[in-house]
């Protein structure tokens, strides 16, 4: 409780004093049963899994000490190094204030004392993995700075690295009120000004260019804890002002932009905001979340496709890919909504945080153990799982985060005011009001809380009950110890009861749900199945799921497996004039449980059954279904089927893809560069160069026959040479003159280079005076094209 009480104090004595709503730390606040309280569980498991000696590894070898044991694989050892110790830090201090297990308290100490023996040897406050971090961070001093959107210096991402080893040990104070961690923390932000003190706001806002995670954020935190501004000047210091200007003016920039890099900037926008008098970050971190939220983001509550904001008017992207919305972005998006919750008590924040916590967050993790990256929502399609020894994605440290704080948002508090805002089994304890309130509930299978006051003497004070939108209004009803309450709120609202409650009142709430229709964003036919807040989806098979438990490649984490063919999935076919609801019937004896017989076809999934995802594993889904009537039928499937089958055959004779330009497939592929520039161009990611930029491709058993290149036809003056293993094959010459299109050039690739190279060696080189590319799409192909 100290924390809060002494940020409440910083804000006193700052020019403003935002926040209206204060959060109960998680050691007052305990789920105690259900769902959520399993889900806690399975995720301990697995991070009981984790060898700490192994993910501090990083830290001590760069600190030049001996590590205790080897590092882990996967993002580990191939230039994130370290960066899931910090999540792990932040998982197990949640989870220890959310349950007091000493098992969690003895790993974090262990391993805050491992980290801070590695500080010590270092003597200037710093503590990282980041591979050659003496040098990098020499050469940042002096002000030589080379970045991009996912590099610094040479670097994957190094900022995105430490800062969540500056989070990992925030948390550690904040919720595991280690004193320790308080003190490393501050030495190593102290470092961190020291070492960026004579940057120009230029050569920082150059720096700000390559993802940062959320660096503001934590420079905003430990101005909370220590009251020293000049850890707040640092924060704002660390904005990227080419996010904050256009967003706080309400301009919509996002599309083509790499979604997880975005989100963690307006959470220190939003978080500095409720520090001081910043009305324009708070306007940005506003506006951006109702963009998001409003044209971005799908039933579940996530959002991107390939890791990236797609067009708001086109989806098809993210109804075609394997690869949908990130976890990690969900699990930043829900900090945001928190925050901006706390700023208003605004109830729509709580409908989005409820939404993507059930219907994303919740079905991330396998009930077995296991974490999902990304979840397709392309039909017919299925999710890939981490494993412990395997698995070391971002997706993976915030998953080990996710399922230990679900707690935090269930209780709020204002004053006298007690804020009900989720209905999970669980119990706050009210200091203050020397009180706790329990709630006893197993919704969502029963459509109905009771909340049961508990204190020694009468105590005055009101409670607030969230009245969500998916309850139709006037249908919600409150029994106060059996009477029926007279209440005026209406759905999207809180509903007051204010009273000198004594130990033993019960309130009971009656929270009906129905079913209800949900278009993806873009209006393009596809429609979602919702029952209250539940997503419902219907399992489609589970055959050929490629990869469902990752290994340690770098593109484990994507469901490679074959494809359902768009023409096969599962339709509502539905006459004119006539409701899809109508005929979507709940199953007798079957708790959330629906069958849609009549509207469904091909007849084999006449036997569907929908239900809430997050209850759905290691199978292949649907969560969007294609909307037909019976008269637009046959055209629709004629198309689906010439397009599936130009599908089917690239997928087939595609060794290996390229989106150049976007993050993290780049990363995949050992992306390398010099004087190298990336953007966005009609919804479509290009990469170029004043001087090269190269890939490492797969070309799997050695089969490779054609490289195929994708360009946009205005594209003029651009002369330059592509190479193979260093050997050229061809030097295109751009002219501008295939018109407003995008168009693809088939090379075909010398059999003496790559008959005995599994892995080949592309780069992109300028003539002299002239630029490389832009290059809009790599794909190497096992089959000579004509």
Same mark, same amino acid.
């Given at each position: 409780?100290?924390? $809060? @009480?002494?940020?409440?104090?910083?804000?006193?004595?700052?020019?403003?004093?935002?926040?209206?709503?204060?959060?109960?730390?998680?050691?007052? @606040?305990?789920?105690?049963?259900?769902?959520?309280?399993?889900?806690?569980?399975?995720?301990?498991e697995y991070i009981k899994q984790l060898d700490p000696d192994r993910l501090l590894a990083p830290f001590l070898r760069e600190?030049?000490?001996?590590?205790?044991?080897?590092?882990?694989?996967n993002w580990e050892n191939t230039g994130l190094d370290g960066h899931t110790a910090g999540h792990y830090l932040s998982a197990l201090s949640m989870y220890y204030a959310s349950t007091g297990d000493p098992e969690a308290k003895k790993l974090l100490d262990y391993s805050l004392s491992e980290l801070y023996r590695a500080q010590q040897t270092n003597a200037n406050g710093y503590v990282g993995g980041i591979p050659g971090s003496k040098e990098l961070w020499g050469e940042i001093k002096a002000g030589k700075i080379n970045a991009s959107s996912f590099? $610094?210096?040479?670097?994957?991402?190094?900022?995105?690295?430490?800062?969540?080893?500056?989070?990992?040990?925030?948390?550690?104070?904040?919720?595991?009120?280690?004193?320790?961690?308080?003190?490393?923390?501050?030495?190593?932000?102290?470092?961190?000004?020291?070492?960026?003190? *004579?940057?120009?706001? &230029?050569?920082?806002?150059? #720096? $700000?260019?390559?993802?940062?995670? +959320?660096?503001?954020?934590?420079?905003?935190?430990?101005y909370a804890i220590t009251g020293d501004k000049k850890y707040l000047k640092l924060a704002k210091d660390f904005s990227q002002f080419a996010l904050l200007e256009p967003l706080a003016a309400d301009e919509d920039i996002l599309t083509g932009m790499h979604a997880n890099t975005q989100i963690p900037k307006f959470i220190g926008f939003e978080r500095i905001s409720q520090l001081e008098e910043a009305k324009k970050y708070h306007q940005a971190a506003s506006n951006f979340y109702d963009n998001v939220t409003s044209k971005r983001s799908l039933s579940i509550g996530g959002n991107s496709v390939r890791e990236h904001f797609n067009p708001i008017d086109d989806f098809s992207s993210v109804m075609s890919s394997e690869q949908g919305p990130e976890s990690c972005n969900?699990?930043?998006?829900?900090?945001?909504?928190?925050?901006?919750?706390? *700023?208003?008590?605004? &109830?729509? %924040?709580?409908?989005? %945080?409820?939404?993507?916590?059930?219907?994303?967050?919740?079905?991330?993790?396998?009930?077995?153990?296991?974490?999902?990256?990304?979840?397709?929502?392309?039909?017919?399609?299925?999710?890939?799982?981490?494993?412990?020894?395997t698995s070391f994605w971002c997706c993976v440290g915030s998953g080990l985060e996710n399922h230990t704080k679900y707690n935090e948002l269930i209780y709020a508090k204002a004053d006298d005011k007690l804020y009900v805002n989720l209905f999970i089994p669980s119990e706050v304890k009210w200091e203050e009001k020397q009180s706790s309130l329990k709630q006893e509930t197993n919704f969502p299978e029963a459509d109905f809380t009771e909340l049961i006051w508990q204190s020694r003497k009468k105590t005055k004070?009101?409670?607030?009950?969230?009245?969500?939108?998916?309850?139709?209004?006037? &249908?919600?009803?409150?029994?106060?110890?059996? =009477?029926?309450?007279?209440?005026?709120?209406?759905?999207?609202? %809180?509903?007051?009861?204010?009273?000198?409650?004594?130990?033993? *009142?019960?309130? =009971?709430?009656?929270?009906?749900?129905?079913?209800?229709?949900?278009?993806?964003?873009?209006?393009?036919?596809?429609?979602?199945? =919702?029952?209250?807040?539940?997503?419902?989806?219907?399992?489609? +098979?589970?055959?050929?799921?490629?990869?469902?438990?990752?290994?340690?490649?770098?593109?484990?984490?994507?469901?490679?497996?074959?494809?359902?063919?768009?023409?096969?999935?599962?339709t509502f076919v539905?006459?004119? *004039?006539?409701?899809?609801?109508?005929?979507?019937?709940?199953?007798?004896?079957?708790?959330?449980?629906?069958?849609?017989?009549?509207?469904? %076809?091909?007849?084999?999934?006449?036997?569907?059954?929908?239900?809430?995802?997050?209850?759905?594993?290691?199978?292949?889904?649907?969560?969007?279904?294609?909307? &037909?009537?019976?008269?637009s039928l046959?055209? #629709?499937?004629?198309?689906?089927?010439?397009?599936?089958?130009?599908?089917?055959?690239?997928?087939?004779?595609?060794?290996?893809y390229v989106a150049p330009g976007e993050q993290q497939p780049e990363s995949d592929h050992g992306f390398d560069s010099q004087n190298s520039n990336s953007g966005v161009h009609k919804n479509r990611h290009w990469r170029d160069a004043t001087g090269w930029f190269s890939y490492e491709l797969k070309n799997k058993e050695a089969e490779a026959k054609t490289l195929r290149i994708t360009y946009y036809g205005k594209d003029s003056g651009r002369n330059f040479k592509i190479l193979i293993n260093g050997n050229v094959i061809a030097t295109p010459e751009l002219t501008g003159t295939q018109g407003d299109v995008f168009y693809d050039v088939d090379y075909p690739l010398p059999q003496e280079l790559v008959e005995e190279n599994e892995i080949l060696n592309l780069r992109f080189e300028a003539l002299p005076g002239s630029v490389a590319g832009g290059i809009y799409g790599v794909r190497l192909l096992n089959e000579e094209v004509n």
């Open positions: 409780m100290k924390y $809060l @009480v002494f940020s409440f104090l910083v804000f006193s004595l700052s020019a403003s004093a935002q926040q209206a709503i204060e959060m109960f730390p998680l050691n007052q @606040v305990s789920v105690t049963e259900g769902v959520f309280k399993e889900a806690a569980l399975t995720d301990f600190a030049g000490l001996e590590p205790k044991a080897e590092s882990y694989t590099g $610094l210096n040479n670097r994957w991402v190094p900022l995105y690295n430490i800062h969540k080893t500056f989070n990992g040990l925030k948390d550690a104070w904040v919720h595991a009120r280690n004193p320790l961690a308080k003190e490393m923390l501050i030495d190593l932000t102290d470092w961190f000004m020291a070492t960026t003190a *004579d940057l120009s706001q &230029e050569q920082i806002q150059d #720096m $700000l260019r390559s993802e940062h995670g +959320g660096l503001n954020e934590v420079f905003a935190e430990v969900t699990y930043n998006m829900l900090k945001l909504s928190k925050l901006l919750f706390e *700023d208003t008590a605004d &109830e729509s %924040y709580m409908e989005f %945080y409820e939404r993507a916590l059930y219907n994303h967050i919740l079905s991330t993790q396998n009930p077995e153990g296991g974490f999902v990256y990304f979840t397709p929502m392309r039909p017919g399609h299925y999710r890939v799982y981490s494993q412990p020894e004070a009101t409670l607030m009950l969230r009245y969500p939108e998916w309850v139709k209004a006037g &249908e919600l009803k409150v029994y106060v110890n059996g =009477k029926l309450q007279q209440i005026a709120a209406t759905p999207g609202s %809180y509903i007051p009861l204010e009273r000198k409650w004594k130990n033993g *009142d019960r309130v =009971k709430m009656e929270l009906p749900m129905h079913l209800s229709l949900e278009q993806i964003p873009d209006e393009s036919g596809y429609v979602s199945v =919702k029952y209250g807040p539940l997503v419902l989806a219907g399992v489609t +098979g589970d055959e050929d799921q490629k990869g469902l438990f990752a290994d340690d490649s770098r593109g484990g984490h994507i469901a490679n497996g074959p494809f359902l063919p768009l023409n096969e999935a599962p539905v006459k004119k *004039d006539t409701s899809i609801l109508d005929q979507i019937k709940p199953i007798p004896g079957k708790a959330l449980q629906f069958t849609a017989s009549q509207l469904l %076809y091909p007849d084999t999934y006449k036997d569907l059954v929908l239900q809430p995802f997050y209850k759905i594993h290691e199978k292949r889904y649907t969560i969007y279904f294609k909307t &037909e009537t019976p008269e046959a055209e #629709m499937q004629r198309k689906l089927e010439e397009r599936q089958k130009a599908e089917a055959y690239l997928r087939s004779i595609t060794l290996d």
